[in-house]
């Protein structure tokens, strides 16, 4: 039986470095060092928002136990994946041959950067359709809609030095042992709208890059719901970095038994054996509106942990409303050098964030990404 909706990806963009999402239990460790050298667009928000999809753990199909005769791989159907190659007409091909076949899978091999031209992959095509692409580097005026990933390690969306992106309705589902589930993640891009979407065991924002120049600014997510994550919306940075992340909106969000729902960590480290730096990022004009819900008491329900010598700045809250999960104790939330305010009333009160700028912000040459 063919989808009644149709299943739309528009892709514009110079290059997209893929990798296999696990559906057949692979792993791939992604570490990337890329310099930014686009220039800033409009944002491509041209679209209303809508209700969120409904979120289901029952996908319909098992798409991990697809036959083999049903992978449609871009390499067989002519790709080179050099970088250089124009690839356009092979993932036309491919997702036409893909889009015929019932629990197809589109394979968008590993270890490939494939050059693409303006596409529009449409359907409606047959059911359990599955396309096995999570990365995007250099793109601009993308849209992504209407998708659903399912059980995908690490990534499952990652944006890497685009310019003009739009993902709306968007499901992403992962079982709680997936390890460092980043639902939709962030790097060095300007202007990104994520709108209507479902995340289960995934957080949407994370910004940032280790012991390098990180330029985030210009992010709106709006109309989502977060569930039974072990972080919610998140910015995080680790310290020896330099650049900035700005201009960063989090709207309308609903939070579903999730730890750190709001969080702000200029500390990250994975090894927990990271030494202290001077320099990092700096965080500036982050505001939260109307985000409620419920977290695991494990952890505090916001957490700003910002640098010693590079503090965040205008950070704001309004219209929070954050409950235990369990019991009726609401904890603290916790704060570490974090100038700003809250312009409502919020459960849990925040009277630890800092009112004014701090002098080393107003004294020193910051790297703002200008």
Not at 124 to 139: D, H, I, N, T, Y
Not at 211 to 218: E, G, K, L, W, Y
Request: net charge negative; hydrophobic share 35%.
């Amino acid at each position: 039986m063919r989808f009644a909706r149709v299943f739309l990806l528009v892709c514009i963009f110079t290059s997209c470095e893929c990798a296999y999402a696990r559906l057949h239990n692979h792993t791939k460790n992604h570490k990337h060092a890329h310099s930014r050298t686009h220039t800033r667009a409009q944002p491509p928000f041209a679209y209303p928002p809508s209700p969120p999809p409904e979120s289901s753990e029952d996908s319909g199909s098992d798409n991990g136990t697809s036959n083999s005769t049903n992978v449609f791989d871009v390499l067989s159907f002519g790709a080179v994946g050099d970088g250089f190659a124009d690839d356009t007409q092979a993932f036309k091909s491919a997702w036409l041959s893909a889009c015929e076949v019932q629990s197809a899978t589109l394979l968008v091999p590993a270890n490939h950067t494939f050059m693409i031209q303006p596409t529009i992959f449409l359907g409606p095509c047959e059911a359990g359709l599955v396309f096995q692409a999570v990365r995007f580097f250099e793109g601009s005026n993308l849209t992504l809609r209407g998708l659903r990933i399912q059980n995908s390690p690490q990534f499952h969306f990652r944006f890497d030095s685009c310019n003009g992106v739009t993902v709306d309705s968007i499901t992403i589902s992962s079982p709680a042992s997936s390890p460092n589930t980043d639902g939709i993640h962030v790097e060095n891009t300007d202007f990104v709208g994520i709108y209507n979407s479902v995340i289960s065991n995934g957080n949407i924002g994370s910004l940032g890059k280790q012991n390098s120049r990180a330029c985030v600014s210009n992010v709106t997510v709006t109309n989502a719901v977060i569930k039974s994550s072990d972080n919610g919306v998140r910015i995080k940075t680790w310290q020896g970095g330099t650049g900035s992340v700005s201009a960063v909106t989090f709207k309308d969000i609903y939070m579903d038994n999730v730890r750190n729902p709001i969080i702000i960590d200029q500390y990250y480290c994975l090894d927990k054996g990271c030494a202290n730096q001077t320099s990092a990022v700096l965080v500036s004009g982050v505001s939260y509106e109307n985000i409620k819900g419920t977290y695991d008491v494990r952890s505090p329900p916001m957490h700003f942990g910002c640098s010693d010598s590079v503090p965040c700045t205008n950070v704001t809250l309004s219209n929070i409303e954050l409950l235990p999960a369990q019991g009726y104790v609401v904890a603290d939330p916790y704060c570490w050098n974090v100038y700003g305010g809250s312009e409502s009333l919020t459960i849990p009160p925040v009277p630890c964030l800092l009112e004014g700028l701090p002098r080393s912000i107003m004294e020193s040459d910051v790297d703002r990404c200008s």
